[in-house]
């Protein structure tokens, strides 16, 4: 099973569209998650933490459900500009701070 | 807003060839990373480095890498004898601290085409 898995997409949505993007992942000692974003040839920047609780950033919203092992991103009203790749990121901890990518789901948003 | 900076954007070399990937991370940062993100793959892990020591490395992150902070600026990765399979793009990365809820600040990456 891979350690964090993730739709390969790709979702082609209408601006305004809301777009879910989920992500599971196989090791339950894991500590931390984020939403990265990567655009076309480009590095990978963060979008947000993911906390237990859930949490939100304006149109962006993440949900973490430890018992699943299961992370989601909502995007409301989807602009052209948020046309991605968006990463899932998991941070084990226990003293190993590597981050561990999913292999990401592309998101196109059409005008 | 500081960031991260590589060098060079591109590179490409022969086979069998050392290379060496440069980055200045951001000026506070003491961990610093190195991930690589082969075409069309997932970002991967491969070191991790605080106080001029490997902290951590994954299985790809072999005899034939090395890291080091040759100065109080740069952060180096140097493949000694290139693969093939070693082109993908190499991205830098650092953090102000040592834990899993810190961020890690990515560099904009070295694409490496061996031929």
């Known amino acids: 099973r891979k350690e964090v898995e993730q739709d390969p997409g790709p979702f082609n949505v209408p601006e305004g569209a809301t777009v879910a993007f989920n992500c599971t992942y196989s090791?339950?000692?894991?500590?931390?998650f984020f939403w990265y974003r990567q655009d076309c040839r480009k590095e990978p920047k963060l979008l947000m933490s993911v906390y237990s609780s859930g949490n939100e950033d304006g149109r962006f919203t993440a949900q973490l459900n430890r018992a699943s092992q299961y992370i989601s991103l909502l995007i409301r009203d989807s602009k052209l500009s948020d046309s991605a790749t968006y990463l899932c990121v998991v941070n084990i901890g226990d003293s190993s701070y590597k981050l561990i990518f999913g292999s990401g789901t592309r998101l196109l948003v059409r005008p | 807003e500081p960031e991260v900076t590589q060098t060079p954007s591109h590179q490409v070399t022969q086979m069998g060839q050392e290379v060496i990937l440069r980055c200045v991370p951001i000026s506070n940062h003491l961990y610093f990373y190195w991930y690589r993100q082969i075409l069309g793959q997932k970002v991967e892990f491969l070191v991790s480095?605080?106080?001029?020591?490997?902290?951590?490395k994954s299985e790809i992150f072999d005899d034939q890498f090395s890291v080091e902070r040759p100065d109080g600026s740069n952060f180096t990765l140097k493949i000694r004898s290139t693969k093939l399979e070693d082109s993908a793009m190499y991205f830098c990365?650092?953090?102000?601290?040592?834990?899993?809820?810190?961020?890690?600040?990515f560099g904009p990456g070295t694409r490496l085409l061996v031929l």
């Open positions: 090791n339950s000692a894991s500590q931390s």
């Open positions: 990365a650092s953090s102000e601290n040592w834990s899993d809820q810190e961020t890690q600040y």
């Open positions: 480095f605080y106080n001029n020591e490997i902290s951590e």
